[in-house]
């Protein structure tokens, strides 16, 4: 049995690359350190984002363990735009995968990143896996296993959240354990 948690990342104060955890965020953070002190863990992946970085030090340093960075787990590029109507482009990318905004990727693109990422971690040999990102390509990763867990799901993740990805003989299921 493989178990991958896919984290996404605690409060933060932006949306931008170099955004930095809230003070919310950082006490989010010691959260999850407690929540996995008695998890085991092999290897812990991160997004390049200051605030998914940010989100798993404190468990880093408990287990003495490495935040590998790993630029495929940044979140979805939407637009280089700044469109007031943000939400409804994205609801609009979540309905049509092939959909691009000016200076974005498309769902389609995104979850190729994130799914190689997923590959690698299930045909390693670690058992248990924490992959950190950020909302709209980690909705896009369930959604691959799930097309239930789309746009309206989405919305209701939280600031940090996880969901459990368990792997056995090739079959993939997923749960939320972030309560």
Known sequence: MKRIYIIRHCKAEGQEENANLTSEGYNQAMMLRD??????????ISSHYV???????PLAESKEMDII???RLA???????????W???LKMSFQDSSLTFLGGE???VALCRISS?????INSSEEDVILVTHGAIMSLLLNSMDEGFGFEQWQTLSNPDI?????????????????
């Open 35 to 44: 929540y996995f002190e008695n998890v085991k863990i092999d290897k812990i």
């Open 51 to 57: 605030r998914a970085v940010q989100s798993v030090e």
């Open 69 to 71: 960075k790993d630029a």
């Open 75 to 85: 979140e979805k590029i939407l637009s280089t735009e700044n469109y007031p109507d």
């Open 87 to 89: 939400m409804e482009k």
């Open 106 to 108: 498309s769902s389609d």
């Open 117 to 121: 990422v997923l590959e690698e971690v």
């Open 163 to 179: 969901y459990l990805v368990e792997v056995l003989e090739g079959e993939r299921t997923f749960k939320r354990i972030w309560k």
